[in-house]
């Protein structure tokens, strides 16, 4: 009964993660910037520009190797900070996905579970960026893309392929 209960209240939440995703998805739709709007943070919005500018061969080229870099860098960071993968690993898969996205988009990979008002604005102040300050800081990731041993959500899991990140995620096109 409990392990039930437990099984969905990860799928709840894996509902819940992916609704956040694709809300952030559709909101980098319709906030994309004008090309007058100022800039103070040129190499990011040079990114932007060349995002938007892409063809869809070209965008799937970066996104390819932006879901290998951020597959790579949550494989690493989970060791360092010694934290675990969720037990369903689809978790990961579509945070490491929201994160590739956000590096191709933004030039940096801004947290993917979250909303924001002026993405741009949050990517130059770094906050939010991955690992965010609160991760660094204290060990909490919100997208529960690194779990503590203490968190009982965590799996025993210190790795993801990058095959996993695409079939978890449902691929890497928009
Ligand atoms: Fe988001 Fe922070 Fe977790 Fe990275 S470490 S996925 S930025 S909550």
Known sequence: MAKICHRR????????????????????????????REF????RLQATKAAD???????NEKMEKALKAM???SNKYISTTQTKYCQ??????VVIKGLAEHK???????CPCRFYEDKEAEAKD????????????RHECHCMLFLTDD?????????????EVKDLSGGFTK
């Open 9 to 36: 209240r990860i799928a709840v939440f894996s509902t819940v993660l992916t609704a956040a995703w694709l809300v952030g998805i559709a909101d980098s739709f319709t906030s994309a910037p004008p090309l007058v």
């Open 40 to 43: 103070r943070f040129s190499g």
């Open 53 to 59: 500018d892409d063809t869809e061969e070209e965008r």
């Open 71 to 73: 597959t790579n860098f």
């Open 88 to 93: 369903d690993k689809s978790i990961a898969a």
């Open 104 to 110: 191709v988009s933004l030039g940096t990979p801004l």
């Open 126 to 137: 770094g906050y939010w960026n991955c690992p965010c300050t609160p991760m660094r800081e």
């Open 151 to 163: 968190n009982q959500f965590a799996g025993p899991e210190t790795n993801i392929s990058i095959e």
